[in-house]
């Protein structure tokens, strides 16, 4: 993966069923917030529109290989308008994280603290 590479988004945004977003990759390595106060280390960030209903959903490269899992928009605070500035979990990290999940019922598996 490495910038400026074309990427797709899958999904169903709003209700609107089998719809394809297409963009590119803007930056690796990001770190957004996540719900739980915590951070998310090493997110894809795309320009490709990541809406309320793709997110979760496959992120795709030009071969149709699933690269990421569409996660997060960032929005412009008080507007609820989308600022194009979009993030995927990379698929190696979710290949890592959903075992755990399964098992433990946390990312990073037994022996996690809470501090």
């Known amino acids: 993966m490495q910038v400026g590479q074309s990427v797709y988004?899958?999904?169903?945004?709003?209700?609107?069923?089998?719809?394809?977003?297409?963009?590119?990759?803007?930056?690796?390595?990001?770190?957004?917030?996540?719900?739980t106060g915590t951070r998310i280390y090493g997110c894809i960030q795309t320009d490709a529109s990541v809406n309320?209903?793709?997110?979760?959903?496959?992120?795709?490269?030009?071969?149709?290989?699933?690269?990421?899992v569409s996660t997060a928009s960032f929005t412009r605070a008080g507007s609820g308008r989308g600022s194009g500035v979009n993030f995927a979990l990379p698929a190696d990290m979710?290949?890592?994280?959903?075992?755990?999940?399964?098992?433990y019922g946390t990312a990073a598996g037994r022996g996690v603290r809470k501090g």
């Open 9 to 35: 988004a899958v999904g169903n945004p709003y209700g609107l069923t089998k719809t394809l977003t297409a963009g590119v990759v803007s930056g690796l390595n990001r770190t957004i917030p996540a719900p």
């Open 52 to 68: 309320a209903g793709n997110s979760g959903g496959p992120m795709l490269d030009s071969f149709a290989r699933l690269v990421g």
């Open 94 to 103: 979710v290949r890592e994280v959903v075992p755990n999940l399964i098992v």
